[in-house]
């Protein structure tokens, strides 16, 4: 679940939490990598356990039970940073117990995101996370493995280690495992283009994913960063796929915005009027 389509006071919910993650990690004892796992761990046991997520989402139980209750589950278990920030989460008002646990998602997300930055790292991941998206999308049989609902946690990471691992950042990979096991509906390729786009709005920038008949040079490529950033009046983000089907010119997606100047696109335009 994306944020945008969360409830209002699951939205509210999510940013006095991401606001208490901020201040955490400003900690200099606090290793984001660590809390991101943490925090990721967490999210799993609510994700099986829908009475717990229930209860800890429960606005009739008052703040002191709901975060008795978590105490009692992560004390001495988990560091004090990830422990602070979840004793936001179960203080919060959240719509749906639902929308709790992708809350916690997004915060262990947010968390290993920040440890890309720290590392000079987060422009590796935002591309590894493109590639191994496009990658997917060429290997419908590994996509469908990762995005199985009835596939077990560990037997996910096991694929994601036997297909990538040493390949990718480690960061891109813990994202990768992260999507593969908590994905439902739109499939772990849908996943990782919404994390692109979360690496890339860290970095103050938007994503243009480009697909083309062939590679592109350097000064195409800077020559199309340049219009975009033009016609959308911010920094955008190159990510380009190259598709022999398009068969010449490009395709431009920006969000919800797509951009069809391909000789496939202006066929199948014509034959829909043709039809029409």
């Not at 997520?53 to 008052?62: E, G, M, N, Q, V």
């Not at 995005?147 to 990718?168: C, E, N």
Request: hydrophobic share 40%.
């Amino acid at each position: 679940m994306s944020v945008t389509s969360m409830h209002a006071a699951s939205r509210e919910a999510l940013a006095d939490a991401e606001h208490r993650l901020d201040g955490v990690l400003a900690d200099t004892g606090a290793d984001p990598t660590a809390v991101g796992g943490e925090l990721s761990s967490f999210a799993e046991v609510l994700s099986a356990e829908i009475g717990l997520r229930r209860a800890l989402s429960d606005a009739s139980a008052s703040e002191t039970a709901r975060n008795g209750l978590l105490q009692d589950l992560v004390g001495g278990k988990l560091s004090e940073h990830a422990a602070r920030v979840l004793e936001t989460v179960v203080t919060s008002r959240w719509s749906s117990p639902r929308e709790l646990a992708d809350g916690v998602r997004t915060l262990a997300t947010s968390a290993l995101l920040v440890a890309a930055e720290r590392d000079g790292a987060l422009d590796t991941v935002e591309s590894e996370l493109f590639g191994v998206a496009r990658a997917l999308g060429e290997d419908p049989e590994l996509e469908q493995a990762l995005s199985d609902q009835t596939g077990t946690a560990q037997a996910k990471r096991a694929l994601v280690q036997q297909v990538f691992g040493g390949k990718i950042n480690p960061v891109t990979q813990t994202l990768l495992e992260q999507t593969a096991i908590r994905t439902r509906g739109r499939g772990v390729q849908h996943g990782l283009d919404a994390l692109t786009e979360l690496a890339a709005k860290r970095r103050e920038r938007s994503v243009a994913h480009v697909v083309t008949a062939g590679p592109l040079s350097e000064d195409q490529r800077g020559t199309l960063v340049e219009k975009l950033n033009r016609i959308y009046g911010r920094p955008i983000a190159l990510h380009v796929e190259v598709r022999p089907s398009v068969i010449g010119g490009i395709v431009v997606k920006v969000g919800d915005e797509v951009i069809d100047g391909s000789s496939a696109g202006r066929i199948m335009a014509l034959r829909g009027q043709l039809a029409g």
